[in-house]
């Protein structure tokens, strides 16, 4: 199945890309998901600890399953002042 990843700040510079449609296997997590765009990209698994996921613009659980035709978003921290 495939799903759209969106990338946010650090990490769309990292990616060289706003948005990419992954495929995944039918029953993937969306940290699954995230370890597969690290193995393309490994310098994003750094960032991992940091970031916040949402999917179809919903915040959500690593753990949360995937769906076909899903959004998901991969969100670094923000600061401002």
Do not use: H, Q
Request: hydrophobic share 40%; glycine share 8%; net charge negative.
């Amino acid at each position: 199945m495939t799903v759209r990843v969106l990338y946010f700040g650090r990490l769309k510079e990292l990616s060289g890309t706003s948005e990419e449609i992954v495929e995944v296997w039918d029953g993937a997590l969306i940290e699954d998901l995230f370890a597969r765009c690290s193995t393309a990209r490994p310098e994003l698994s750094k960032f991992r600890t940091s970031l916040v996921a949402a999917r179809n613009r919903e915040f959500a659980a690593w753990s949360t399953p995937l769906s076909a035709g899903d959004e998901v978003g991969f969100l670094p921290p923000v600061s401002g002042g």
